[in-house]
T-cell receptor, first 116, second 115 residues
Framework: KAGVTQTPRYLIKTRGQQVTLSCSPI?????VSWYQQTPGQGLQFLFE???????NKGNFPGRFSGRQFSNSRSEMNVSTLELGDSALYLC???????????????FGPGTRLTVL | AQKVTQAQTEISVVEKEDVTLDCVYE???????LFWYKQPPSGELVFLIR??????QNEISGRYSWNFQKSTSSFNFTITASQVVDSAVYFC????????????FGKGTKLSVIP
């Protein structure tokens, strides 16, 4: 079974631009979560999507948004980029077939975003 | 609110030594799940183990073992006879609350195994 795929793997943008990151889940996985990883703040939850609906949202400004398509693929968008948005963005997917926590979340390799 | 604390920021051991990574968690929920992930230099988080709050049985998988103690809110991870390939950052994480898939991570412990 193919793992979680994230594209692109690396991105360089300048302040004020916007960026879209993509995550393709493992076949059969219906839930997609996004995390931001920075040296200072560590791993922080952005949001989670299931059946094209956002179920949970972390404490990030509205510049961070996401969506999920009918095939469970997900995208996240960051508008008006700031220097502090430089980070590794990871997505995690799971089957969401049972109560929370009973399904293991599998992570993709991440997209490393650098904002200049 | 939930919280995960990994007090050890960095640990260095010589190959073949045993090493224990500490994890202390906080949650008000009676049902919760604990996880350990490994992050090698490539960046991808690799799942190691999941434990639910009702199962305090310790687990051993090859050179890895986990000690879950609700009385001290700890979920410690031991690597026996460490190898250079074990060098990575290890994260302890928690999911708590009904219907939540949100992982709360500790800050991670960077393990360096020296040959």
């Amino acid at each position: 079974k193919a793992g979680v795929t994230q594209t692109p793997r690396y991105l360089i943008k300048t302040r004020g631009q916007q960026v879209t990151l993509s995550c393709s889940p493992i076949s059969g996985h219906r839930s997609v979560s996004w995390y931001q990883q920075t040296p200072g703040q560590g791993l922080q939850f952005l949001f989670e999507y299931f059946s094209e609906t956002q179920r949970n949202k972390g404490n990030f400004p509205g510049r961070f948004s996401g969506r999920q398509f009918s095939n469970s693929r997900s995208e996240m968008n960051v508008s008006t980029l700031e220097l502090g948005d430089s980070a590794l963005y990871l997505c995690a997917t799971n089957t969401a077939g049972g109560p929370s926590g009973t399904d293991t979340q599998y992570f993709g390799p991440g997209t490393r975003l650098t904002v200049l | 609110a939930q919280k995960v604390t990994q007090a050890q920021t960095e640990i260095s051991v010589v190959e073949k030594e045993d090493v224990t990574l500490d994890c202390v968690y906080e949650t008000r929920d009676t049902t919760y799940y604990l996880f350990w992930y490994k992050q090698p230099p490539s960046g991808e988080l690799v799942f190691l183990i999941r434990r639910n709050s009702f199962d305090e049985q310790n687990e051993i998988s090859g050179r890895y073992s986990w000690n879950f103690q609700k009385s001290t809110s700890s979920f410690n991870f031991t690597i026996t006879a460490s190898q250079v390939v074990d060098s990575a950052v290890y994260f302890c994480a928690l999911i708590s609350g009904a219907g939540s898939y949100q992982l709360t991570f500790g800050k991670g412990t960077k393990l360096s195994v020296i040959p």
